[in-house]
C-alpha cells in the first residue's frame, strides 16, 4: 500500500564547517518521501512555485514518487537557508523566505484521499489536521513536528495529537511539550495527549519507541563523519512510514513498529553521509539491508540462558 | 574466578533536590565490590581510618568479600560530600576530605596477587598501575578513569592504558582524553592508546562498546525516577568486571563483553533507584535476571528475514 507524504517542499542553502551547497533540494517533505520510496508507493502534497527546478521534479518522478497533489504555481518556492557549527550539532538558521508556501493548502486528490497511511511531515499542525480531514478512511496516522510549533501553535497541535496514532519529535521537543526532563515521563506523558506511540529521536543516541506498556531503544548507527544532518529527522519518519505501509496490514502491532524505527534509522543514517538528498541518489536496497543486519549485530547480546 | 577490586571507600554525603543523607558507604570501589559480587567472589584492596563504622564493614563481609586488603589503619576515613541540580544530571562536590586515602598504597595479599581479573576502579593511574606491578599473573585489566586524572595526570594515565584490556570512562571524558567530539571516533582514538575494548558509559543514553571491528550499542533501562546517581559508573564496572571474572575463561571474548555490559547496566539501574548502595542491599538474583531480560526485551527487534 502507498503512503501519503505531506510537508515543506524547498530549495535550501547549507553551509557546514567545511563545505557550502545552494538550492539544495530540501524540506520535510522531500526527504521523507524519497525516503519512503525505498519501501512503497508514495504520493506528494506539498507546493513549489515556477522557479523550482525541473531536475528536482525528474527525481522525485524517477522514485516513483505520485505528485498529482503537488502544487505548482505562480512565485517563488520555499527558501531556507542554515548553517551549522564546527561539531554539527548546533544549527543556526540564516534566513527563511516561505514565499508559496506561505498560502498553501494542501488539497488531497481523489487517489491521495483514499490511501489509508499518512505522513504528516513537519509543517503547520493547523496543515497537518486539514490533510486528516481530507482523508476517507485512514488506517495509520504519524505525524512529525518540531519546537516552533510546539511554542507558538500548541492549542493547534494538541488538537492535531488527539487523531495522530504515532508521534515523532527529538528530545528537546519531548521535553518542551511536556515540561518533563526524563524521556521516559515525556514519552508516557504524550501518550496521554492523544498518540498510541510516541517516537522519541535522540540523533547520535539513536531513538526511544513508547507503546502500551512496550519500549524499544534503538541505537545509532556509528558514523565516523557526519557531512549534513539537515532532514535526519525527515528521512526517518520516511523510511519508518513507507516501511509500515508497505506491509498493509489490518492493524500495526509494536513489533512491526521496532522494525520500522530501525528502518527508520538505517535511512536516517545513510542520509547524513552526504549534502541533502545525494546519498539516497546512489543508495541500493542492498545497501539498506546490509545496514540493518548492521544495527541487528550491533544491538545484538545473548538471552541469558 | 573472584575478582580483584581496588578503589576508593569512603563516607559520602549527598544532597539530592528531594533528600540529604550523610556518613553513606561510598567510593569507586565499594560500590564495584558490591556489584560484583553478585557475581563472583571479589577481594578488595582499599584503605579506611579506624572511624570507619563497623557497619559498613560488616555489610561488605555480608557480601562475602574478602577485606584481607582493606587497610584499616589510625586517622579518619576518605569522605566526599556532593549535591545534585534539579534534574540529576548536574554534580556539584561540596567538599573532599582525603584523610588516610592521601597516603594509599594499595598492597596485595598474596592470595589477592594471584587472581587474574582485575577491576582497578576510579582512583590515582599511577596507583592504578602500582596494583598490576604487583599482580602475578593477570589474564583481564579493567581500568575506569575521571576527568581529574585526565586533566591532572595524563602522564601516569597514557602509561597506564597501555598495560589495560578495557577502558571504563563516561562520554565526557572520552571527549576530553582524545579531543574527538564524536564518540565513535573517540573509541577508536582510545584503543590505539592500548586498550583492546573501550566502554563509553553516557548515562541516560547507554553505552557504547568498541572492540577490533566489533560494535555494541546498549541503551538505558527506561527508569522513570532516579533518586540518587551516585556510583551508577562504579556498580556499572563492577557488574561487569564480576559477570567476566565469573566466566573463568582462559580468553575473554566480544559476545561475552556484550552480555558484560548488559549486567553492568542492569546493576547500573537498580543503583541508581536509592541512595548509597540501598537498593543493592535488598537486590536479589532474581531481579537481576529479569532485568536482564528487560533490557533483551527493549532492544530487540526482528532479523530482516
Redesign the interface.
Known sequence: MSVLVVGSIGLDTVKTPVEEHADLLGGSASYAAVSASFFTGVNLIGIVGTDFPTRHVEYLKSRRIDIEGLQIVPGKTFRWSGEYE??LNTRRTRSVELNVFEHFSPHLPKAGAAIPYVLLANIAPALQSHVLDQMSQPRFIIADTMDLWIDIAREPLLALLARVDLLILNDGEARQLTGE?????AG?RIRKLGPKYVAIK?G???C?LFGESA??????Y?????HDPTGAGDTFAGGLAGYLASLNQSAVTF?QL??A??YGSVMASFNVESFSLERLRTLTQQDI?DR??MF?L???????R
Chains 1, 2 share one sequence.
Request: net charge negative.
Open positions: 564546527w561539531d526532563t526524563s524521556l521516559v515521563k508516557g535522540k547520535e543516541h539513536g526511544l519500549f524499544f531503544s534503538c541505537g545509532a556509528p558514523l565516523e563523519d557526519i513489533e521496532r522494525k524505527v530501525v539491508e540493518y543486519r541487528k550491533m544491538s545484538h547480546f545473548e538471552e541469558l
